[in-house]
């Protein structure tokens, strides 16, 4: 069993930044894809970027120019850099980590955005 934990949300106004921390604990860390989604009031869940056990990092659309996923396998941990905030980034964001079959969420992490 995975447990991740995510950290670092927060209230910031439009234009400002926010990084997020997810902690695992699991041995076998590195093996794992890793990723960030969020969930809107009144939408459901959505990607926002994801990283590979090779590093390799993939973005939603909203996401591009502006948010930087990265991994510390050392640290266990994943990291979520967002810069240039907008209102409609404001969500509930939910750290992930995947290894087939099994898929993993953490508890989620509140940010939001005012204009």
């Known amino acids: 069993q995975v447990q991740l934990v995510e950290s670092g949300g927060g209230n910031v106004q439009a234009g400002g930044s926010l990084r997020l921390s997810c902690a695992a604990s699991v041995s076998t860390f590195s093996i794992y894809t890793l990723g960030w989604y969020r969930q809107a009031p009144g939408k459901q869940r959505e990607r926002v970027a994801t990283?590979?056990?090779?590093?390799?990092?993939n973005y939603a659309d909203p996401a591009k120019g502006r948010f930087t996923i990265s991994r510390d396998n050392a640290k266990n941990t994943v990291l979520l850099q967002m810069n240039s905030l907008k209102p409609e980034d404001t969500g509930v964001y939910y750290c992930?980590?995947?290894?087939?079959?099994?898929?993993?969420w953490g508890q989620g992490t509140q940010v939001t955005v005012s204009s």
């Open positions: 990283i590979s056990s090779s590093g390799s990092t």
């Open positions: 992930y980590a995947d290894y087939f079959p099994s898929q993993y």
